[in-house]
């Protein structure tokens, strides 16, 4: 099998902090190895249902933990990052925006509202969980806002966000950013050395035969 | 306060992989750092309960993939690793015989055991849930085997390890491997590079005061 073109799978929420911080390197991280990336909307509250979980900022002890080690986290790789005012809270017009952009508009256009939907919510304090925000979003990247806006209150959209996770839950994703590339899983951006170091062996690999 | 000399308090259990993974390296990260290292056996089985959480490796989808994360990153990182027989379970024996020994040998006998013990369980096969294999592990290091084989029947050493949850427990431990240092919480063998750049960081603030 051919690996050296097979795209990473990028699963992510854009309600995870996590997930914020794996966008804003996983396209250079592919590209040093001469893979591309697939923006894979999910929403982790069919993840969470499909293992059982709770989400992180809300288990006892291990919440406030992860409030500190969020911010210490994007101190440490020199991400900009502001808590945003409600957090944690579930973010569905996003994602479901997201799979729908890909439809009208291209997997670029998805890849692009994905980087700014991140950046508005981790950054700049924008209610992502309002529906008018993801629109005005959209709409300066060209996105037609009013088709957006009609989309947003159909059932077609809903039913997208809902099959995306199924089918990530069948691939084994279980939380946010989750890469699978050549069928390696690997969970959370603290694995993106372990990630590199895959890559790595798989170019060797390749270049040897 | 003067951090130059405070320990890194280090939080295991021996029925952990990554507490093991972490085990092979701590003293090393601290030496590094001026830093020494205070081993600290704690019941995962506590931890979990105050968190209300359940064993990853239990955990629908998180589990088979912890499986596999856990023997990727031993043979990333280099370090021996056989899966044991019996995976995951209860290990109370060990861990309470680590306080027993400190007790009556000292720290540092303590963490000559521990090492042992992480050792015999996740490399050599050793079924570290029968007393019996605790007592021969700590009688190699020159443990009296017939006091630690009494005391193991007791009740002293079972509080003592509830004792030592709930003090783990109240300063915001919720699972292993967890480090503590100047007040700084860190939970996971893959936050030994943040671990790191914090003492690197202390050290420079020192040496600059």
């Known amino acids: 099998m051919d690996h050296q073109n097979s795209p990473i799978d990028f699963y992510f929420d854009p309600c995870s902090p996590y997930a914020y ?35 992180a900022p809300m288990v006892p002890l291990r919440g406030p933990y992860v409030i500190h080690d969020v911010a210490r986290t994007a101190q440490l790789h020199g991400i900009p990052y502001r808590k945003p005012v409600n957090f944690p809270q579930l973010l569905l ?25 991140f950046s508005a919510y981790f950054v700049e304090g924008v209610d992502l969980a309002q529906d008018e925000e993801v629109v005005r979003l959209a709409q300066e990247q060209g996105v037609d806002g009013a088709r957006l806006r009609i989309a947003l209150q159909g059932t ?8 995306a996770g ?12 989750f890469m ?16 590199e170091r895959w890559l790595e062996k798989a170019a060797a690999t390749q270049a040897a035969a």
Do not use: N
């Open 93 to 117: 017009a996003a994602p479901r925006a997201m799979l729908w952009i890909e439809d009208a508009y291209g997997a670029a256009q998805t890849a692009t509202f994905a980087k700014r939907c």
């Open 180 to 195: 699978i590339v050549d069928d390696e899983p690997f969970w959370g951006f603290d694995r993106f050395d372990q990630l």
């Open 156 to 163: 077609a959209i809903k039913e997208a966000l809902k099959t």
């Open 21 to 55: 911080f794996a966008a804003t390197g996983i396209e250079a991280l592919a590209a040093r190895h001469g893979r591309t990336v697939r923006w894979r909307p999910v929403s982790l509250l069919a993840l969470f249902k499909a293992s059982g979980t709770t989400p």
């Open 166 to 177: 199924e089918e990530a839950i069948a691939r084994g994703v279980f939380g946010v950013p």
